[in-house]
């Protein structure tokens, strides 16, 4: 009973089984890890932006940029003011030219029109039918050359007609002196009175008068028919045509026939200062012919040479300038009338004068004065004393000796005693080379700076992180 009893229980309670062994890893375990982890890392980065909204780091960063910046612009001022204190002391590059000597032409310069010396306009002197136009617009025209040919018929039948009441009128003459001379034969006779003799005479003046009446008719009838001829008054270049063929034309029509102007010679008339008056009186009281050369408008290309012709006989009151004429033969028709010219007159001329060029002279406190270079290359200030000045070129009075150096380019930047370069004698690529150079240090110097402070706000920025994180 007990062993069966016993073996009930053993069936009802079996033995413990033996402890199983550790499980595998669940497979999802690995990314809530990671989950976590991301979950601290965005929790950290939150904690970290209200640190730094609460404690405004960057506005200290941009006190302390400020004081760098303001140190450093100071450093940079300073650095600046050494380098342009430098730049004051290195030497200036100029130009330099050497006074000369030479002839100095004395030349005044106006504004002047060309004006032809005959514009004509052709007008009929009698009235009738414009039969043909002998000329084309434009035409260069020699002196009496057939211009136009009004119907001459009209006036060839006056003419006849005159021709014949002069015939008549040469025959009565010649009756009536026949008469007198035989009353004068019978009045040496005593046969008829004298009253008879004198009144034949008096018949035959009146005849002769008549007979001279007729031959001045048959005159102007020629002279008609001269006229109907119309021909070139002056040599020149016809105009445009103003009246067609076919027209009835008379002598008080404004416009004529056509108007031709006189090109060769042709004359300029320009204006000079009262002031230039007796310089020019003198060399044309003493028979001298003076040159004049008229320029285009920009006053760079010469159109034609000639001499001064004569002179106004008063002056302007109200400019105070007087009027010249100058004439020109104009061979090449490069002065056109009503044209606007620049006239250069030359008045006489300075023989061996000390010239230097225009640049060279400057205008101060002082006066005029131009920079001498002296055999150290450097400078010093002399006050000269100017003369007639020719474009570019100025003839200096006193002050400057043949030979002399003086500066005509860079003077903006020399005072006295300032040293200076002559390009010619240190070439441009040097400078330049040195120049970049330079530029290349500053600008990598400038890049350094910039980069140090770029990694110096990284790493401010990382240590508050690092701050933000730990908390």
């Given at each position: ?335 056109f009338p009503n044209q606007f010219v620049n006239a250069r007159l030359l008045v006489d001329v300075i023989h061996n004068a000390t010239i230097v060029p225009t640049s060279a002279v400057l205008n ?78 500053t600008a990598g110097a400038s890049w350094a700076a910039g980069a140090s402070g770029a990694s110096g706000a990284h790493a401010h920025r990382h240590r508050h992180a690092s701050q933000a994180s730990?908390?």
């Amino acid at each position: 009973m007990d062993e069966q009893q016993k073996q009930s229980d053993t069936s009802r309670n079996p033995p413990p089984a033996p402890a199983p062994a550790s499980p595998p890893p669940v497979p999802g375990s690995g990314p809530r890890r990671s989950r976590r982890a991301l979950w601290l890392v965005l929790a950290v980065v939150v904690i970290a932006a209200i640190v730094l909204v609460r404690w405004h780091p960057w506005r200290k960063a941009d006190e302390g940029a400020s004081a760098a910046a303001g140190a450093s612009g100071a450093h940079t001022g300073r650095a600046g003011g050494g380098r342009r204190g430098a730049f004051a002391n290195q030497p200036q590059p100029v130009k330099v030219a050497s006074v000369t000597q030479g002839d100095m032409p004395i030349v005044i310069t106006a504004l002047g029109t060309v004006t032809p010396l005959a514009n004509v306009t052709v007008r009929t002197q009698l009235s009738g039918t414009l039969q043909t136009v002998a000329f084309q617009e434009g035409q260069m025209v020699k002196k009496d050359e057939l211009l136009a040919q009004i119907d001459p018929r009209p006036y060839q039948i006056s003419l006849a007609n005159a021709q014949g009441t002069l015939a008549k009128d040469m025959a009565l003459l010649q009756t009536a002196r026949l008469d007198l001379k035989r009353y004068q034969t019978l009045l040496s006779q005593d046969s008829i009175a004298s009253q008879q003799v004198d009144t034949q005479a008096s018949l035959v003046k009146q005849y002769e008068g008549q007979v001279q009446s007729d031959k001045a008719n048959i005159d102007t009838f020629k002279l008609d028919l001269t006229y109907a001829r119309i021909t070139a008054p002056v040599a020149g270049r016809v105009g445009l045509r103003q009246v067609d063929p076919g027209n009835y034309v008379t002598p008080g029509d404004a416009n004529g026939i056509v108007v031709i102007t006189q090109l060769q010679p042709i004359s300029v008339i320009f204006t000079t200062s009262e002031d230039n008056l007796p310089a020019i009186l003198k060399q044309l009281n003493g028979k001298t012919k003076m040159s004049v050369t008229a320029y285009d408008r920009t006053n760079s290309t010469s159109l034609e040479a000639g001499y001064l012709e004569t002179i106004d006989n008063q002056i302007d009151t109200t400019t105070g300038t007087v009027k010249l004429r100058a004439t020109f033969a104009n061979t090449g028709n490069m002065l056109f009338p009503n044209q606007f010219v620049n006239a250069r007159l030359l008045v006489d001329v300075i023989h061996n004068a000390t010239i230097v060029p225009t640049s060279a002279v400057l205008n101060g406190s002082i006066g005029q004065f131009v920079y001498v270079v002296k055999p150290d290359n450097t400078v010093t200030v002399r006050k000269v004393k100017v003369g007639p000045v020719d474009g570019e070129r100025t003839s200096i009075a006193s002050g400057l000796q043949v030979g002399e150096r003086v500066v005509t380019d860079g003077s903006d930047r020399l005072k006295e005693g300032a040293k200076i370069t002559i390009p010619a004698e240190h070439p441009a690529g040097a400078s330049g080379a040195s120049g970049a150079s330079s530029a290349s240090g500053t600008a990598g110097a400038s890049w350094a700076a910039g980069a140090s402070g770029a990694s110096g706000a990284h790493a401010h920025r990382h240590r508050h992180a690092s701050q933000a994180s730990s908390q």
